[in-house]
């Protein structure tokens, strides 16, 4: 029985899949978003996590790393937000705009400037209308902040999810997608489950390439390049969200998928002039991460 691919029945003349034209960078958020794809940031309702995705629209339009995870790619950031008041959302902007975020910078859009409130990605008008703005601005992502006020489907059925998700990911195209919606119940400050606890069906979570749970403490994480794992986080009196190794998190990432150093001591020895600390800090950093991370990102074994 022929494949339903072959190299010269699928791909022009003389060129392997590999050589296809691809994105020069893979990520645009390392490692939970990849350049086109999409990502889920969830959690309870109020806990804060508008303030969390704004902070990484910002960062995706300037560079600067996010809860310590590192942006590779920019470019314009759409971020509509259909969940909120115009007025109170333009409040939290201000706040943003006096911390020194190029929150102005950010193409925004609410339910009254889309002018088909109530908004329903299903309809083809709202689609298309969605559709013309993205194309004058060609973003690299576009924030949806909420889902659920999207679409008027049942989001406990996965035919409708499909449908939906489907039709946002058609409107970006090629640009990246992040979801922002809530946990299906009341949210207490554990891992739970990153792909169960979502609201609504299953399918939502299972088709992103990377899936965040926010708490009032931690930021939970996985993706299609990441195992499963958590980072410590809090809020300052000004609302915006600081990973409590902030610092720290990247060169941890950078020395523990090296796979040159397969030992402790060589790990400590790269870490400490990245973070500016003694060998021995280092040893008792990387030590503490592994405990509550057993199976970093490229760990591929370590001695003594």
Not at 151 to 175: C, Y
Not at 222 to 234: M, N, P, Q, W, Y
Not at 246 to 272: G, S, Y
Request: charged letters at 20%; a neutral charge.
């Amino acid at each position: 029985m022929p494949e339903l691919f072959t190299a010269t029945t699928a791909l022009p003349l003389g060129v392997t899949y590999r050589q296809l034209p691809r994105a020069p960078e893979t990520w645009l958020l390392e490692p939970l978003l990849p350049v086109g794809g999409a990502l889920l940031l969830y959690g309870s309702p109020k806990v804060g996590k508008s303030f969390a995705a704004l902070q990484m629209a910002c960062s995706l339009l300037d560079g600067s790393s996010w809860m310590g995870f590192q942006v590779r790619t920019t470019g314009p950031v759409v971020y509509l937000q259909l969940d909120t008041p115009r007025s109170l959302w333009a409040t939290r902007l201000d706040a943003f705009a006096a911390a020194g975020l190029p929150v102005d910078r950010l193409h925004l859009g609410d339910r009254e400037t889309l002018d088909c409130f109530p908004f329903d990605i299903m309809q083809q008008d709202h689609m298309m209308k969605l559709r013309d703005a993205l194309l004058v601005i060609t973003p690299t992502v576009v924030f949806i902040d909420t889902t659920r006020e999207v679409h008027n489907l049942d989001e406990d059925k996965s035919t409708s999810m499909k449908l939906v998700i489907a039709r946002l990911q058609a409107v970006v195209h090629p640009a990246a997608l992040v979801l922002i919606t809530h946990d299906r119940k009341p949210a207490h400050d554990s891992s739970a489950s990153l792909i169960n606890d979502s609201r609504g069906s299953n399918y939502l979570p299972g088709r992103m390439d990377g899936i965040l749970r926010l708490t009032r403490k931690h930021l939970y994480y996985i993706g299609r390049a990441v195992e499963e794992s958590s980072l410590t986080c809090k809020r300052d009196t000004q609302g915006f969200w600081h990973a409590v190794c902030d610092e720290t998190l990247p060169h941890l990432h950078t020395v523990l998928t090296d796979p040159t150093l397969t030992t402790l001591a060589a790990q400590a020895r790269a870490l400490a002039p990245l973070i500016e600390r003694s060998e021995e800090a280092a040893r008792s950093l990387i030590k503490r991460y592994l405990l509550a991370h057993p199976e970093p990102v490229g760990q591929t074994g370590q001695t003594e």
